[in-house]
C-alpha cells in the first residue's frame, strides 16, 4: 500500500463538470502555523473516457506552458469533450510564484524530485501527489518546459525512450499528434527522478518539450504549444476535429544521443558563444570562449564542439562557473 499523501484536493476527479481549485499543501510557518500552499488544479470531465494530464510550471520560470494552461482551464467546456482532461499550470507553485526554477521554500527542483516523498520536503510532497494521485488517473501525460532563465531553446516538443518499446509508440504517435516544427527524442537514459519517466514507470505515454527559455515567453512556441494541446484532445478522442482544420505537416525528428553532445565552460568568466540558436556545426568547431575581465592579461579559454549537430541549447547568462552548460545539439533522424 503506497503511503497517504498529506495534500488535500478540492477537487472531485470523478465529478462531471468543470472544476477548478487547488491543491492544499499543509506548510507551517511563523506567518501561517496551520497554513497551505495553495496550488491552483482544474479538471474537465464529461462521461467516461481517456483522461489527458497537461502540466507546466514543474519549473517556475517557464512560461509557455503556464500561460497556455490558464487559457486552456477558462476555455476549455464540459460540452466540448468527452472524458476528462486534468491540468496543472503551476506544479511547483512556490517557484512559479518566485519566477524560479526552484522552490524558494526548500531549494527543491520538482523534476528531480520524483517518484517524490509524502513525509519529505515540499517540492518532494508535490512530486508524491503527481506520481500517486495523478499519473495513475491518465492515459496521457505532457510536460511542459522552456529553457528557464538561463538557457534559450529552439522550440520543440519531446519524448524520453524508454524500455517498453509499446509505450514508447504510444509516445511517438502523440509526439506526431502535437504536430510540433521539431519533435526531439531524449536518449539520455530513463533517469527516474524526471516527470516523464516517472508517468512511463506508471504505463502512461508522456511527452515533453522546451518551448523557449531566457526566462521570457515565446510567442511563437505559446501558439505552437496551444494548437499542440488542443491536437492531443482530439489525438485521444476527447475532442472532436474541427473541420476547418488541415492536416499537420510531419515534424522534422531531432534527437540528443548522449551527453558528448553537450558542451560546458571550462573555466568561471564571460562567455562569448561563436554560435547561433540553429545553427549547424562539426566536431571540434569553436563553441565559444571564456573571457577574463578581471585579468586581461590572460588568454581567453575556448571550448569546442565533441560531435556533429544542430545548436537547439544555449546559455543565455554571459557569466559562468566551470561546469555551466552552454550549449547541446542535436542530430536529424528518420521516423
Ligand atoms: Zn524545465
Not at 476527479?13 to 481549485?21: E, L, R, T, Y
Not at 533517469?191 to 527559455?213: C, H, N, Q, T, W
Amino acid at each position: 500500500m503506497a503511503k497517504p499523501t498529506r495534500i488535500e484536493s478540492g477537487i472531485d476527479f470523478d465529478k462531471d463538470g468543470k472544476q477548478i481549485g487547488w491543491l492544499g499543501l499543509p506548510h507551517s510557518v511563523t506567518r501561517s502555523a496551520y497554513g497551505r500552499i495553495m496550488i491552483p488544479i482544474a479538471c474537465v470531465r464529461n462521461g467516461a473516457g481517456p483522461t489527458a494530464f497537461f502540466m507546466a510550471g514543474n519549473h517556475g520560470d517557464e512560461y509557455e506552458g503556464q500561460i497556455a494552461l490558464v487559457k486552456l482551464i477558462r476555455a476549455l467546456e464540459p460540452g466540448e469533450i468527452k472524458g476528462r482532461v486534468i491540468v496543472l499550470p503551476a506544479a511547483n507553485l512556490p517557484a512559479a510564484l518566485d519566477s524560479a526554477r526552484v522552490s524558494p521554500i526548500d531549494d527543491g527542483n520538482l523534476n528531480r524530485c520524483f517518484p517524490g516523498d509524502p513525509d519529505g520536503s515540499v517540492t518532494q510532497q508535490i512530486a508524491y501527489y503527481i506520481d500517486t494521485k495523478l499519473f495513475p488517473r491518465a492515459d496521457l501525460f505532457h510536460d511542459l518546459h522552456s529553457g528557464g532563465s538561463s538557457l534559450d531553446y529552439v522550440p520543440f516538443a519531446s519524448m524520453h525512450e524508454g524500455a517498453d518499446e509499446a509505450l514508447n509508440r504510444k509516445c511517438r504517435d502523440a509526439l506526431v499528434a502535437f504536430a510540433p516544427e521539431n519533435a526531439l527524442v531524449w536518449k539520455l537514459g530513463h533517469d527516474i527522478r524526471y516527470s516523464p519517466a516517472a508517468a512511463m514507470r506508471r504505463g502512461v505515454a508522456s511527452l515533453g518539450g522546451e518551448f523557449g527559455g531566457t526566462g521570457s515567453v515565446n510567442r511563437p512556441a505559446l501558439a505552437q504549444v496551444e494548437r499542440g494541446l488542443r491536437r492531443l484532445l482530439v489525438h485521444l478522442g476527447i475532442a472532436e476535429k474541427p473541420k476547418a482544420w488541415a492536416q499537420a505537416a510531419m515534424p522534422r525528428r531531432l534527437s540528443v544521443p548522449g551527453q558528448d553532445w553537450f558542451v560546458y565552460a571550462p573555466e568561471p568568466g564571460l562567455f562569448e558563444p561563436a554560435t547561433d540558436l540553429g545553427e549547424n556545426v562539426r566536431k571540434g568547431q569553436l563553441c565559444g570562449h571564456v573571457h577574463f575581465v578581471d585579468n586581461p592579461a590572460r588568454a581567453p579559454v575556448p571550448c569546442h564542439f565533441k560531435e556533429d549537430g544542430m545548436v537547439v541549447c544555449k546559455r543565455h547568462f554571459g557569466r559562468v562557473e566551470r561546469g555551466d552548460c552552454v550549449a547541446h545539439l542535436a542530430v536529424d533522424e528518420k521516423w
